[in-house]
């Protein structure tokens, strides 16, 4: 059985390359149309509706089903700084396309190179090379400017994939040293399904899998340090991915 898992999966995931470059292709251009509005949060907004129409169509290819529970938690009018524990690259995805209204996430520089979805990759990230102090620090006030535009912040504060046996890796400050300094709310949101889909120990391999995020109330960073909200997000994801 197992044997036989394997060899799907890894046809499958064939499949699911397949079907991806496809449906890019043909949303990159109505995606890039974003560019033209004037006002910015709008631009992407509906660049992130885009996405979800896209996501919407290949997961229904690749028999990958999504629900999305805790919406009610986005107070309409408000902006947030969303993190995600961070298991699979189908996770990339998933994240920025449902998290309800206009948001950005925080990407890595090196995927803007790739020809053609590094267009539509820089539309939709903030780009950082973590191994440079200067990028790091850039990256850091764009996203006080998203936050200032009335946008969220999707950011996954595991840094990495988490490749250890454990529920969560532990977190970096940045998130949290963001929230506190801009006063700005957290919102957790728990990836399910995503590790079993998309193993990170396996090549080329993808599985059908019912997907799910799970968003959480909202964490205030008031009277709490960055270390303290580190700490506190940390245990609140923990404990949602013990139930």
Not at 138 to 153: A, C, I, P, W, Y
Not at 176 to 199: D, N, Q, Y
């Given at each position: 059985?197992?044997?036989?898992?394997?060899?799907?999966?890894r046809i499958w995931a064939v499949w699911g390359l397949i079907t991806f470059v496809v449906t890019f292709l043909i949303i990159l251009l109505p995606a890039l149309i974003s560019n033209l509005f004037n006002d910015e949060k709008k631009g992407q907004l509906y660049f992130i509706k885009v996405?979800?129409?896209?996501?919407?169509?290949?997961?229904?290819?690749?028999?990958?089903?999504?629900?999305?529970?805790?919406?009610?938690?986005?107070?309409?009018?408000?902006?947030?700084?969303?993190?995600?524990?961070?298991?699979?690259?189908?996770?990339?995805?998933?994240?920025?396309?449902?998290?309800?209204?206009?948001?950005?996430?925080?990407?890595?520089?090196?995927?803007?190179?790739?020809?053609?979805?590094?267009?539509?990759?820089?539309?939709?990230?903030?780009?950082?090379?973590?191994?440079?102090?200067?990028?790091?620090?850039?990256?850091?006030?764009?996203?006080?400017?998203?936050?200032?535009?009335?946008?969220?912040?999707?950011?996954?504060?595991?840094?990495?994939?988490?490749?250890?046996?454990?529920?969560?890796?532990?977190?970096?400050?940045?998130?949290?040293?963001?929230?506190?300094?801009?006063?700005?709310?957290?919102?957790?949101?728990?990836?399910?399904?995503?590790?079993?889909?998309?193993?990170?120990?396996?090549?080329?391999?993808?599985?059908?899998?019912?997907?799910?995020?799970?968003?959480?109330?909202?964490?205030?960073?008031?009277?709490?340090?960055?270390?303290?909200?580190?700490?506190?997000?940390?245990?609140?994801?923990?404990?949602?991915?013990?139930?």
């Open positions: 059985m197992n044997l036989f898992k394997n060899i799907f999966g996405s979800r129409i896209w996501m919407d169509v290949w997961l229904f290819f690749i028999g990958c089903r999504v629900k999305v529970y805790g919406k009610e938690n986005f107070e309409e009018g408000k902006n947030y700084i969303v993190v995600f524990n961070h298991n699979a690259l189908l996770d990339v995805p998933l994240s920025a396309p449902y998290t309800p209204g206009s948001n950005k996430t925080i990407g890595k520089a090196s995927f803007a190179k790739v020809p053609l979805f590094g267009l539509f990759y820089k539309r939709g990230a903030i780009l950082i090379d973590r191994k440079n102090e200067n990028s790091r620090r850039k990256s850091f006030e764009t996203m006080k400017e998203v936050l200032s535009k009335g946008m969220h912040m999707c950011i996954y504060p595991e840094g990495t994939r988490n490749r250890t046996d454990q529920a969560l890796k532990s977190f970096y400050d940045g998130a949290f040293k963001l929230s506190v300094e801009t006063e700005t709310k957290v919102i957790p949101c728990i990836l399910r399904g995503t590790k079993e889909a998309m193993p990170i120990h396996k090549f080329l391999y993808l599985y059908p899998t019912s997907l799910s995020l799970t968003f959480l109330p909202p964490v205030s960073p008031q009277g709490l340090s960055a270390k303290e909200m580190n700490m506190k997000v940390f245990e609140l994801m923990w404990e949602e991915l013990a139930t």
